[in-house]
């Protein structure tokens, strides 16, 4: 069974920094792509970044300018979500996904989800 454990959320002012991880288990890691989405209270969720060791690293939000990283531990089987400067706009419930290969920015395109870290920025 695949399985998506996050970690690494909580409450944080703005301009501080925080690091998620995902830790997957139950598949054959290096044969998925992992993204990470983000779920704003009374918004659509949306799609930050995605690795995959077959089709690189991709970001989808232009305000984030930079100041998010997504990298993989292959030999760890996790995939963690450095994220910078942080602002209010930033608070969301975030989650990460598995799918197979290429990426993609669209939660339907992904079958696995792990059950969401809350992150909140304070302004």
């Known amino acids: 069974e695949v399985q998506l454990v996050e970690s690494g959320g909580g409450l944080v002012q703005a301009g501080g920094s925080l690091r998620l991880s995902c830790a997957a288990s139950?598949?054959?890691?290096?044969?998925?792509?992992i993204g990470w989405f983000r779920q704003a209270p009374g918004k659509e969720r949306e799609g930050v970044s995605c690795?995959?060791?077959?089709?690189?690293?991709?970001y989808y939000i232009d305000s984030l300018k930079g100041r998010f990283t997504i990298s993989s531990d292959n030999a760890k089987n996790t995939v963690s979500l450095q994220m910078n400067s942080l602002k209010p706009e930033d608070t969301a419930v975030y989650y990460c996904?598995?799918?197979?290969?290429?990426?993609?920015?669209?939660?339907?395109?992904?079958?696995?989800w792990g059950q969401g870290t809350q992150v909140t920025v304070s302004s």
């Open positions: 996904a598995a799918r197979f290969p290429p990426c993609s920015n669209w939660p339907v395109d992904f079958g696995s």
């Open positions: 139950g598949f054959t890691f290096d044969d998925y792509a």
């Open positions: 690795i995959s060791r077959r089709a690189g690293i991709s």
